[in-house]
């Protein structure tokens, strides 16, 4: 089964901290993504990437950057957390194909911002 | 521009009844795929099916099922004679060559809540 391992599942941070999230993924997947789900809108794309050292901007990146070093590990970092970045944040995994891979989530991260 | 709408925010059910959760889509693209995901209190969203475009031939999965039609833009997923364990968010999603700024990301739909009341 395909693995996909946040790091932290609660985190709570102060506003202007940095943050990191780290997720890792064991299946050899070249597709990787960040997104956050917040009551009410659903899930909405940060960033992702298809390859190491490569990044491609989603739907709402403002306040995010990421960093994929290495195949298996994508990083979301927020340089100066503020309160409304306190959200869920899902990563998920993918095979690079012809968009019909279905995305493999991990448990998520739930971020509390004070 | 490419979009999911599940307009049922949550949906209320006695254990046994069966339900059905709507979805309908827009998209330009002639060649895309539809995905239905779970998401129980645990948080992980669990893959449950992938649909291609060509293919409308309804789906059918122990007590879940279900139905694409492309005349009305629509890929319902209905349980039948549902369980307490039924109960969680589902997600349905569209990847087409626009969703997410790249071939591979999913537009997904805001959610349909399902509780299954014992």
């Known amino acids: 089964d395909v693995k996909v391992t946040q790091s932290s599942r609660y985190l709570v941070k102060r506003t202007g901290e940095k943050v990191f999230l780290e997720c890792v993924q064991d299946?050899?997947?070249?597709?990787m993504f960040w997104y956050r789900q917040d009551p009410g809108l659903g899930l909405r794309l940060i960033y992702f990437?298809?390859?190491?050292?490569?990044?491609e901007k989603g739907d709402i990146p403002e306040g995010y950057s990421v960093s994929r070093e290495k195949k298996e590990r994508f990083s979301l970092i927020l340089e100066s957390a503020s309160t409304n970045q306190t959200s869920m944040y899902l990563c998920?995994?993918?095979?690079?194909?012809?968009?019909?891979?279905?995305?493999?989530f991990g448990n998520g991260t739930r971020l509390t911002v004070t | 521009a490419q979009k999911v709408t599940q307009a049922q925010t949550e949906i209320s059910v006695v254990e046994k009844e069966d339900v059905t959760l709507d979805c309908v889509y827009e998209?330009?693209?002639?060649?895309?795929?539809l995905f239905w995901y779970k998401q129980p209190p645990s948080g992980e969203l669990v893959f449950l099916i992938r649909?291609?475009?060509?293919?409308?031939q309804n789906e059918i999965s122990g007590r879940y099922s279900w139905n694409f039609q492309k005349s009305t833009s629509s890929f319902n997923f209905t349980i039948t004679a549902s369980q307490v364990v039924d109960s969680a968010v589902y997600f349905c999603?569209?990847?087409?060559?626009?969703?997410?700024?790249?071939?591979?990301?999913?537009?997904f739909g805001k959610g349909t809540h399902l509780i299954i009341q014992p």
């Open positions: 998209t330009r693209d002639t060649t895309y795929y």
């Open positions: 998920a995994s993918s095979f690079l194909s012809s968009y019909n891979s279905p995305l493999h």
């Open positions: 649909r291609n475009s060509f293919d409308e």
């Open positions: 990437s298809y390859d190491v050292k490569m990044k």
């Open positions: 299946m050899d997947h070249e597709n």
């Open positions: 999603a569209l990847s087409d060559s626009y969703s997410g700024g790249g071939a591979d990301g999913l537009t």
